[in-house]
């Protein structure tokens, strides 16, 4: 989705291959070439996938590693500011694999390596939310970052995880769209307050789990004529308009505007429903036409964040893009209190009790009694 994106804009933002144990989930993928769709694990699972065993999915990973580096390195790596992996961590290859794709990254490159983690929902399972609550245990102690996208907020109710799929996707890649873009030099110019890589990255030097808000609010009267498209409101005509067109509309006080925009990044939904007032850093980015942008109003909301989370490190800027729509992104980093991973621990401890006879003990963490898929 994010080179989808990419081709729409006629950017070249993201490099990315795709690595699987299911020869079928390969061969879907439209805009990733075929030469850099990796599948592992051919003489052990023959292409059809480890199933839920991340254990395996991990295994063949470590096994195998080297040809994914080998894979990353024929794409270059010479100007890369930073590595993502993206995965589901309810299957066995994505909660298998990645953590240990993300040690054998940082024991050769010295860019930070970050995972954009995707929660499998409750009815998808118990086994999948053991597999999750395994993967984030190991992903905390490995990754750099571990941004967390929870299925389970983001499907309507009564809506199957199959056919929310290309929406949730879509949600995924215009908040990260934005976010990972900020500082590119566009059509549109350079902004005042410029947040590159090195912003971002500070923000997030303190590992743990991390969450993003955002709200987009549009900037003409005219709705008719302002489709979500682009970097801010998205990559098809399928979007809801709902989310855009509801919002108070910028007027005359850019500065006010701004401030709420913000504020409703941040008291709305998140990518992982959290506790915000427990993030030790934040990072602000507002991004619009450059006439709708105000350097008072981002100052402002930096400073309303910083008083509503537990640490003092704020950083902010904007990202002037030509759109009919202004876009906040809020990052919140190393949250200290998510109530979906306390259930994740739960069900997994449910999980494993059902499974193992143990003694009694004390209920889970995400860190002490789930054992890590490697030490």
């Known amino acids: 989705m994010f080179l989808e994106q990419d081709r729409k804009l006629g950017r070249n933002s993201f490099r990315a291959i795709a690595v699987n144990t299911a020869r079928t989930d390969l061969m879907g993928l439209k805009h990733i070439e075929l030469k850099d769709r990796i599948l592992i694990g051919q003489t052990v699972v023959k292409g059809h996938g480890v199933g839920t065993d991340n254990a395996a999915g991990a295994r063949i990973t470590m096994d195998e590693v080297d040809s994914i580096v080998s894979a990353i390195d024929r794409k270059g790596t010479h100007d890369v500011d930073a590595f993502m992996v993206v995965a589901g961590?309810?299957?066995?290859?994505?909660?298998?694999?990645?953590?240990?794709?993300?040690?054998?990254?940082?024991?050769?490159?010295?860019?930070?390596?970050?995972?954009?983690?995707?929660?499998?929902?409750?009815?998808?399972?118990?086994?999948?939310?053991?597999?999750?609550?395994?993967?984030?245990?190991?992903?905390?102690?490995?990754?750099?970052?571990?941004?967390?996208?929870?299925?389970?907020?983001?499907?309507?109710?009564?809506?199957?995880?199959?056919?929310?799929f290309s929406r949730l996707n879509d949600e995924i890649v215009r908040r990260f769209g934005v976010l990972f873009?900020?500082?590119?030099?566009?059509?549109?110019?350079?902004?005042?307050?410029?947040?590159?890589?090195?912003?971002?990255?500070n923000t997030l030097r303190g590992g743990g789990i991390s969450t993003v808000g955002y709200a987009i609010a549009s900037v003409t009267t005219d709705r008719s004529k302002s489709p979500l498209s682009g970097i801010i409101g998205g990559i098809t005509s399928t979007l809801k308009k709902r989310e855009a067109t509801e919002e108070v509309l910028l007027g005359e006080d850019r500065t006010a505007k701004i401030i709420s925009l913000v504020r409703r990044a941040m008291l709305g939904r998140l990518t992982l429903p959290c506790d915000f007032s427990t993030a030790e850093r934040a990072l602000v980015l507002v991004a619009g036409p450059p006439d709708e942008l105000d350097r008072k109003g981002i100052e402002k909301a930096k400073s309303w964040v910083e008083e509503n989370i537990a640490g003092v490190e704020v950083r902010g800027g904007d990202y002037p893009v030509r759109s009919s729509f202004v876009a906040a992104v809020v990052l919140l980093s190393t949250i200290g209190n998510a109530p979906r991973i306390r259930e994740l621990t739960e069900i997994a401890r449910e999980t494993k009790e059902d499974s193992v006879r143990a003694e009694e003990r004390k209920p889970l963490t995400i860190d002490e009694d789930i054992e890590p898929l490697f030490e």
Not at 143 to 156: E, Q
Not at 181 to 201: L, N, T
């Open 89 to 164: 961590l309810g299957g066995g290859t994505g909660s298998g694999g990645t953590p240990v794709l993300v040690r054998q990254l940082k024991n050769i490159y010295h860019e930070p390596v970050y995972v954009l983690g995707i929660l499998p929902a409750p009815e998808e399972g118990k086994l999948y939310s053991f597999n999750a609550a395994r993967s984030l245990t190991t992903l905390i102690k490995e990754a750099d970052n571990t941004f967390v996208f929870d299925n389970s907020a983001w499907k309507n109710e009564g809506e199957s995880i199959k056919s929310a």
């Open 181 to 201: 873009r900020a500082g590119e030099m566009g059509k549109a110019g350079v902004g005042e307050m410029v947040v590159d890589s090195s912003e971002i990255i």
